[in-house]
């Protein structure tokens, strides 16, 4: 198999193949029940497993291999059974919300329109500030823990993105998750396969209903076993592609305090909120592992400042090649829009925000003078800052 390949040389059949597979209860030990292909954990039952370190190994293996060769998704069952802690939650995040309303500030969404969703980027932060107390209590969950180590091992980063769907609230496309998930599909194909495969072993994909969430208030439409296709992430936006989600996804219901987590290779999208009242809030955890860095710490402002002259005079005299030009960026600048503060820098008109290397490139191609770029470096970094 080629390491790359264009989105038209996919076979979807393969797909199609892949969500035939059945999900079995028996191969599965520590799981309730099978819902519509969907491995369910009885938390209260399960809690006694979490305090022996035997045991809770076995299952966070078993959720390790459910997302990673069984259908790709888990629901736990009562994660988090202190409702009065998550109704705090709730209101902290209502009353940011109306803040970020009232101030104009806020918006843009990966995978919908720009205010179809109510959304609280970072609340993680926000959450913690707010109030630690019940920043701890929420997050200090054993469950959470339990399954990001499973999938990550220690020592991995958490972030979180609060979402509401509100009634009449669209679905959103069907679509595929960090990293690779918000790129675009000439980017995608530039990767070679065998990153394309290892992209979902770096994130986990997680979310805690903050409400009793019926299937007409939407929630997360899911693909059982559609995170096993090597090809899922180039194909994304095939129409074939969105035509076997259209027609094999299942819905769960969801009640409050449940999480739901699954591999971000998982196809999956929210659903429409056919609800009149309800206000279906899900925090969303996007979990990261800790290997996703590089070793040192590198000033790539400074960096770029010094290089931009060298790189300005070679393009006119042309003792460098384009080629070379964009190589020089590559060591220099930082290519990649995360991590960045998605209040200030959203992903609008995209996926993604404007990285610093794609700043200089533009820079490079309209002849910016030096400190027109520095200045814009400058704006860059301070919206990336939280």
């Known amino acids: 198999m080629t390491a790359y390949r264009r989105a038209e040389d996919v076979d979807i059949a393969e797909l199609a193949a892949l969500c035939d597979r059945q999900t079995t209860l028996a191969d599965w030990p520590h799981a309730a029940r099978v819902d519509k292909g969907v491995l369910v954990y009885d938390c209260a039952r399960l809690r006694p497993v979490l305090d022996d370190t035997g045991q809770k190994q076995a299952l966070m293996a078993e959720w390790a291999g459910a997302m990673l060769t069984g259908p790709g998704v888990v629901v736990l069952q009562g994660a988090a ?10 209101a902290l995040f209502h009353a940011m919300i109306l803040a970020q309303n009232r101030d104009g500030t806020g918006g843009g969404d990966h995978f919908a329109k720009p205010g179809a969703n109510d959304r609280i980027w970072n609340s993680l932060q926000k959450h913690c500030l707010a109030d630690p107390a019940n920043f701890a209590a929420y997050y200090g969950n054993p469950f959470l823990a339990a399954i990001a180590q499973a999938w990550l091992g220690p020592h ?3 972030t979180a993105q609060l979402n509401v769907v ?3 609230g669209a679905a959103q496309s069907p679509h595929r998750d960090y990293h690779l998930g918000f790129q675009s599909g000439a980017d995608i194909a530039a990767y070679p396969r065998h990153v394309q495969t290892m ?5 986990l994909q997680g979310a805690l209903a903050h409400v009793d969430a019926p299937l007409e208030t939407g929630p997360t439409l899911l693909l059982p076993h ?3 296709w090597p090809d899922g992430y ?6 074939g592609v969105k035509d076997i989600f259209a ?3 299942v819905q769960l219901p969801l009640a409050k305090g449940d999480m739901l987590f699954f591999s971000p290779a998982l196809f999956h999208a929210a659903g429409t909120n056919r609800s009149t009242d309800v206000k279906r809030m899900v925090n969303l955890f996007q979990v990261s592992s800790a290997y996703g860095r590089a070793m040192e710490t590198v000033d790539r402002a400074g960096m770029v400042k010094a290089l931009y002259p060298a790189l300005l005079a070679g393009q006119a005299d042309g003792t460098l090649t384009p080629a070379q030009i964009a190589a020089a960026i590559a060591s220099s600048a930082e290519g990649y829009s995360f991590p960045t503060n998605l ?3 959203p992903p609008i008109g995209g996926m993604a925000p404007r990285t610093m290397a794609a700043l200089v490139a533009e820079a490079l191609a309209e002849k910016w003078e030096t400190q027109v770029l520095n200045s814009e470096l400058h704006i860059q970094a301070a919206r990336r800052l939280s």
Do not use: K
Request: charged share 15%; aromatic share 2%; net charge negative.
């Open 247 to 249: 027609a094999r996804h």
């Open 199 to 203: 992209s979902p072993l770096l994130t």
């Open 81 to 90: 059974p202190d409702h009065a802690m998550i109704d705090h939650a709730t």
């Open 156 to 158: 991995y980063q958490m």
């Open 234 to 239: 180039l194909a994304m936006g095939l129409p």
């Open 166 to 168: 509100n009634p009449g």
């Open 226 to 228: 559609s995170q096993l």
């Open 343 to 345: 209040d200030r820098d």
